[in-house]
């Protein structure tokens, strides 16, 4: 919500009389209880909110930034840039200066760009004219009400993310604006409002999803779990209008089945639901509309409203897998390990199906991961649906018209290219912003004096002869032609610095999916490799 909101006014808390819980009926009779009972929880919240603030003091609401054009995101017509298409809303300078365009890109390498434009920020305080208060006269009212609550409130979030990735997960939330991030096994923890809840799905690159904390509780038995899921309220968010997942995942849990856990925080949800509304939520496994997660410790249960839905790798624009692709996450997560400058020049000389080029033209025009993809978040209760895709519109006025440098992606495997051609398609990049071409990794040629080279090579169990050789020219091709070069590669092969006779200036643990891998990292110093014997690696 804008402060420029014409509809937001100052008014008293008007609070309307509580009925009785109806009793359980059909579905219209349960849509009806369930927008009775939110009513009831929107209420109260914002009541304690209210009288939280007044007693404060008062003028201490959060500011939202500026909401800007309606642009679209569409891929580039032949004879037009990215800007050109990005112009049809108000905006019209869609050739805006370099730095202040790439502020919803928030790559965890562009320290000069965080927090500009979209990134979520940090409360600010209203002008002492701001409105305080919002009308809780009838429903519409109280939907504002709502928002109030979201604007204000401050939500525990944990994002998860592949191992390895945490520190660039950390950096990438710190420049997007968020508030006590501290990376942790597998993820960050940080706190933002509803609305940098949204942001957080919508920008982050690396995060897996977005899980909000709702409830944590000592867990000892399986009753405890029973209890923590009675005590949420989940009401606020989903009731029986809703289908539920619940998934649970453990580390050192002394619990038996983590199945019995499972079930024990469906009922629980369930229960109240049902006690509160007259009707449950039914359970969907596969496209359910709410999804829960419970997560245990050694002694601590915590549940979290998944606000993501589908994983947040899942930008998509992948239909085309090829050979072992890499989830979009991690391949965004190798080019901020990497360093890539997203205005230099990077080669993929094993592509595949284009996912580390395809990321990488996205970070390099600032199109947010989720701006094509739909969200959890929008089909939980009270989604207000005109206030995101104002947040997505201003996003996608920032994205920039074309990229400073080329991007470039090799396969030996025609079907790996085709496959690549069609992802950057569905991913609305023309067919100039990635070049890719049928070739072989030994052959490629520097397209710039300089750049990166970023690559997920085929692992193999065991290398024979064969192998060895092919890992001798391709090295032999990278000292000739890439000297001035950094080379990351992400690889099962712990051998392969060995293999390549390189010396990895870094050489970073991350897992691809369970497969445990390292992210080498070699810099190719002109002329420093000539002739000299092969390096050994500890
Ligand atoms: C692990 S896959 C890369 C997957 C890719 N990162 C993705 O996300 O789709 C390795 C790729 O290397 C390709 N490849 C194998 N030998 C090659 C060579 N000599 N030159 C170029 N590409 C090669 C394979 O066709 C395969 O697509």
Redesign the pocket.
């Known amino acids: 919500m804008s402060e420029q909101d014409p509809e937001r006014k100052t008014l008293t808390l008007k609070t309307r009389a509580v009925k009785p819980r109806p009793a359980a009926g059909g579905d219209q009779t349960r849509a009806r209880i369930g927008a009775r009972a939110r009513q009831v929880a929107q209420l109260k919240i914002a009541k304690e909110k209210l009288s939280r603030m007044q007693a404060a003091g008062g003028d201490n609401l959060t500011a939202e930034p500026a909401q800007e054009g309606k642009p679209l995101i569409v891929r580039k017509a032949p004879e037009a840039s990215y800007g050109d298409k990005f112009r049809h809303g108000q905006r019209t300078d869609s050739r805006a200066p370099r730095g202040e365009a790439r502020g919803g890109s928030a790559h965890p390498n562009e320290p000069a760009r965080a927090n500009r434009g979209s990134a979520p920020r940090e409360p600010t305080p209203r002008p002492a004219s701001a409105p305080k208060a919002l009308p809780l006269r009838d429903g519409a009212q109280t939907e504002r009400a709502s928002a109030l609550v979201l604007d204000t409130e401050i939500f525990h979030i944990f994002a998860p993310c592949p191992t390895g990735l945490e520190e660039a997960l950390a950096a990438e939330l710190n420049a997007l604006g968020y508030a006590q991030v501290q990376p942790t096994r597998a993820g960050c923890h940080f706190v933002a409002d509803w609305w940098g809840v949204q942001r957080a799905n919508l920008y982050s690159r690396l995060a897996t999803r977005i899980l909000v904390r709702l409830g944590q509780a000592p867990v000892q038995r399986e009753d405890d779990i029973l209890e923590l899921a009675q005590s949420i309220g989940w009401e606020r968010w989903f009731g029986a209008e809703h289908t539920l997942r619940v998934d649970t995942s453990a580390v050192k849990s002394p619990m038996q089945s983590l199945q019995y856990c499972n079930l024990r925080a469906k009922d629980g949800i369930c229960d109240r639901l049902r006690d509160l509304e007259g009707a449950r939520p039914s359970i969907d496994t596969v496209r359910p509309d709410a999804r829960v997660h419970l997560f245990l410790s050694h002694d601590t249960g915590t549940m979290y409203l998944d606000t993501s839905g589908e994983s947040l790798f899942k930008r998509g624009w992948r239909l085309d897998?090829?050979?072992?692709?890499?989830r979009e996450n991690l391949?965004a997560g190798i080019l901020a390990l990497a360093g890539w400058d997203p205005e230099a020049a990077l080669l993929?000389?094993?592509?595949?199906?284009?996912?580390?080029l395809i990321e990488a033209a996205w970070i390099a025009l600032g199109v947010p991961p989720g701006i094509t993809r739909p969200f959890g978040f929008e089909r939980l209760r009270d989604h207000d649906a005109r206030r995101w895709e104002d947040l997505k519109d201003e996003a996608r006025s920032r994205i920039l018209p074309e990229l400073a440098s080329p991007l470039i992606g090799?396969?030996?495997?025609p079907d790996?290219i085709e496959a690549a051609r069609r992802n950057a398609e569905r991913a609305y990049l023309t067919e100039d912003t990635i070049q890719f071409e049928l070739?072989?990794?030994?052959d490629a040629v520097a397209p710039a004096p300089s750049g990166w080279i970023v690559t997920?090579?085929?692992?193999g169990e065991r290398l024979d002869e064969e192998d060895v050789e092919?890992w001798r020219e391709w090295s032999a091709c990278l000292k000739k032609e890439f000297a001035g070069w950094q080379v990351d590669v992400i690889t099962s092969d712990l051998d392969l610095p060995k293999h390549l006779r390189l010396k990895a200036d870094r050489r970073t643990p991350i897992f691809n999916g369970a497969l445990d891998c390292r992210l080498f990292s070699f810099e190719l110093v002109a002329s420093s490799y000539r002739d000299k014997p092969p390096a050994q690696e500890p």
């Open positions: 897998k090829g050979d072992a692709p890499l391949a993929d000389p094993f592509c595949g199906s284009g996912t580390i090799i396969d030996a495997n790996a070739g072989d990794a030994r997920n090579p085929p692992y092919f």
